[in-house]
């Protein structure tokens, strides 16, 4: 058996032993199923009411996507310009943070005032909470570039967009994947809040309406749902960085080959 | 050097100062340095002399606080000059393999710029292995920073100064993280390119006998304010040899550089001693 074989093998045992503890927990403490549902009937009623449960996950997924998607643009572009220029830097900043410490649920009602209910919100929403780590991280990418490697291409006479496509950008990439996996996670986050509050779609609405019927297996399986949407992105941005920035994480490829 | 011809690289009156009022610092005193097209000139003398200050200058990395650098008889920054400059840190791109750093160059300064897409998978990419090759890194074109020794990337780091046939060649301090054995072969590979290619080369250095074995001309400087004090021309035949250095012409100069910098270090030391 190889190494990597048996490291998947125990991870796979670990999460299936997470739902077995649950699963006994629940039978052994005689826990109510409107308490806390056990992992079986949860995994029945997503089986069973996945052809109505579907319709909301695209939503929500779509709606996830396109969030993140402005968010990446948007907090790449800020990125850039605060960490490119000093005066930018001081006066983006403490507006970021300003805005970034407002809680996005108080935010939502204002985008419904905009925009009305429905998907509009939860994209805005799912962008704002995706934003700031990529806004941060870019920044700080580009910030911490070492000022010999700018002496070495000003040197050149290289132009400014030079040295941000040259040096500036790919050395700010571990730190830009870095946030995407924070952001990715956030965004559901903000869709399904948006979702929660304004909305007629989506997993948030789902889990809303459940709730309120008191069908608590339904709340968890919506929540099952989130979690594999969240895995799954995070796992594809997680492939994607390792093609990009291999050499940031040398070490955990063979050496001298 | 041709007395008559126009120097290439002209500081004249050229002062440096950081700050204002009563906390300015003078990093360079008035200095005027003349050096001719393809000429090796080295810059010595202690710590804080301004020596990497005159690079900078020089490269129009930094502007000059009073008077005028030329370079090929242009103001510094308005000059078609192609200049390469190599670092004591070898400062290459970690995400780049060796042969894409070494062609770093070509993708920034014109005319290859233009021609960088059409040329970079053929005459350009075999421009850089056969630089490779010529200071022994055959073959290491497709590794990563990472996984070569310091002095094999202070080779490529030279081979990225050279890439682009500069005509104005910048060493600050380039072998000085390096063991003795490696830094004597560099010094033979860094006198074989510049005696098949000409560039105008100023190398900053803290090793006298890297000075005598490499320049034409050693010009001693010192500190508060730096400025250069000595100019000593270096005649030796080449090219010069290792051996050479252990001759009786050769000690007597480096240690005629030593007095000199010791020298200028003596009032330092007093003023140190004061408070």
């Not at chain 1, 058996?1 to 927990?25: C, D, K, P, Q």
């Not at chain 1, 709730?211 to 949407?229: K, Q, R, T």
């Not at chain 1, 997680?238 to 940031?248: F, T």
């Not at chain 2, 390469?84 to 290859?112: C, D, E, H």
């Amino acid at each position: 058996m190889t190494y990597a074989l048996r490291r998947r093998l125990n991870s796979a045992a670990v999460i299936i032993g997470f739902f077995v503890v649950w699963e006994l927990a629940c039978v052994i403490f005689h826990i109510k199923e409107i308490v806390l549902p056990r992992p079986s009937q949860v995994f029945e009623t997503l089986w069973l009411q996945a052809p109505a449960i579907w319709p909301h996950t695209v939503q929500t997924l779509y709606t996830t996507l396109v969030g993140f998607a402005l968010g990446i643009i948007s907090g790449v572009l800020l990125g850039v310009l605060i960490g490119s220029s000093r005066l930018a830097y001081d006066t983006g900043y403490p507006l970021l943070i300003g805005f970034s410490s407002i809680p996005k649920v108080a935010v939502v009602p204002i985008f419904v005032l905009w925009f009305g209910a429905g998907t509009v919100p939860a994209v805005l929403t799912a962008m704002i909470m995706s934003l700031f780590p990529i806004v941060v991280n870019v920044a700080t990418g580009l910030a911490t570039t070492e000022p010999e490697l700018e002496d070495v291409m000003k040197a050149l006479r290289a132009t400014k967009l030079d040295i941000l496509f040259n040096v500036g950008l790919p050395r700010a990439m571990p730190y830009f994947f870095a946030s995407l996996k924070v952001s990715v996670t956030l965004a559901f986050v903000g869709t399904v809040i948006a979702e929660t509050v304004a909305s007629n779609q989506g997993i948030g609405n789902l889990m809303m309406i459940a709730s309120s019927s008191f069908d608590v297996p339904l709340v968890f399986a919506g929540l099952l749902v989130l979690a594999l949407l969240g895995v799954g992105l995070y796992a594809i941005f997680s492939l994607i960085e390792g093609r990009v920035i291999g050499w940031a994480r040398r070490k955990d490829d063979a050496g001298f080959a | 050097m041709n007395e008559d011809a126009p120097p290439f690289v002209h500081l004249q009156d050229v002062r440096l100062t950081y700050g204002h009022g009563d906390r300015t610092v003078e990093a360079l005193g008035t200095t005027n340095l003349k050096v001719g097209k393809g000429d090796f000139v080295a810059l010595v003398g202690p710590s804080g002399c301004g020596k990497s200050t005159i690079l900078k200058l020089v490269t129009g990395l930094i502007p000059a606080s009073a008077g005028w650098v030329f370079v090929a008889q242009r103001e510094v920054g308005a000059e078609p000059v192609r200049v390469g400059m190599a670092f004591q840190n070898p400062t290459l791109l970690p995400w780049l393999t060796i042969r894409q750093n070494v062609m770093l160059p070509l993708k920034i300064v014109p005319p290859f710029r233009q021609q960088y897409r059409a040329k970079k998978k053929t005459e350009f990419r075999d421009r850089a292995d056969a630089l490779l090759e010529q200071v022994g890194l055959a073959g290491f074109g497709d590794k990563f920073p990472w996984q070569l020794s310091g002095g094999m990337l202070q080779r490529a780091s030279l081979c990225r100064a050279l890439i682009h046939d500069p005509q104005l060649l910048m060493l600050d301090e380039p072998f000085g993280a390096l063991d003795q054995f490696t830094r004597e072969e560099l010094w033979a590979i860094l006198q074989d390119l510049w005696l098949t290619r000409r560039p105008t080369v100023l190398l900053v250095t803290h090793d006298l006998k890297e000075a005598g074995y490499l320049a034409n001309r050693v010009c001693v400087m010192r500190a508060r304010p730096g400025r250069i004090v000595e100019d000593c021309a270096v005649d030796f035949v080449r090219p010069r040899t290792i051996e050479m250095t252990y001759e009786p012409g050769f000690v007597s100069l480096t240690q005629r550089l030593r007095e000199l910098i010791v020298s200028a270090r003596a009032p330092d030391a007093a003023v140190e001693s004061a408070a």
